[in-house]
């Protein structure tokens, strides 16, 4: 995961809005941005749901750029106290709100047409001390067979989720989803740089089987450590120096 410097380690400025992280395990991540500059909710969605917001960045990030009223959802207290604090400060408050409580177990009133999570991962690594910060990274509060049957139960009928993972978990996850009848319809493979091995992948899936799920590849830099064409593309809109 990379994590972005040059600011204050509290806090991070869009170019729309401003990330305060100073109660949170987990920072802003240079991934967890190109998720949310990558997925683009259709001109239909009206209702997005995003799963284990933490700071509330993908919601603010997606408010941006639709006029689908959000929930956004956290089950750690301190995230949630953050979240808040950077969405009621944000221009698109009144379309975004914030719940408290676990996805598994919230009494939702609605279906969403666009679900969005970068869910807890490293279910393979050594656990962190820190409990915020396991929780955040850590898939032992919630499993990914639990969360695609959770999204299951709360897609409407021609919605869609978007998902960011590690790389290794890419295979994993496409056959999970097929198991809850989600079928792959966009897929993003994600490197830190053309010379490193792919790191992340962000998948959207729908519950219709498209005639081919369109593929591609993204690095984040070039060889010369600076930001690729591709990379600066899509954040332009969010980050300050692009």
């Known amino acids: 995961m990379l994590y972005l410097y040059g600011m204050p380690n509290n806090y991070f400025q869009f170019k729309q809005f401003r990330i305060e992280q100073d109660k949170t395990a987990m920072k802003v991540c240079t991934d967890s941005c190109l998720f949310g ?29 639709t006029m689908a009223y959000i929930d956004a959802i956290e089950i750690d207290n301190d995230a949630f106290e953050q979240a808040k604090t ?17 996805v598994r177990t919230y009494d939702f009133k609605k279906s969403y047409d666009l679900i969005i999570c970068n869910p807890p991962f490293y279910i393979n690594e050594q656990a962190s001390v820190d409990e915020g910060e396991q929780i955040a990274k850590h898939s032992s509060k919630l499993s ?22 590690p790389y290794y978990r890419k295979e994993e996850c496409i056959f999970l989803a097929l ?3 989600f079928f792959l319809e966009q897929l993003i493979d994600i490197q830190q740089s053309p010379k490193h091995s792919f790191f992340r992948f962000a998948g959207i899936f729908t519950t219709h089987q498209p005639t081919a799920p369109k593929s591609s590849t993204i690095a984040i830099k070039n060889e010369d450590d600076k930001y690729s064409e591709a990379f600066t593309e899509l954040l332009k809109p969010y980050y300050l120096n692009l």
């Open 37 to 65: 500059a990558w997925v683009h909710p259709s001109p239909s969605t009206k209702n997005i749901l995003d799963i284990g917001t933490g700071t509330g960045l993908l919601s603010l990030m997606l408010a941006q750029k």
């Open 86 to 102: 950077n969405i009621a400060s944000s221009k698109w408050n009144e379309k975004i709100e914030l719940l408290h409580g676990d």
């Open 144 to 165: 990914l067979p639990e969360l695609l049957n959770t999204m299951k139960k709360l897609v409407s009928e021609d919605g869609a989720v978007a998902l960011l993972l």
């Open 179 to 181: 198991e809850q009848g």
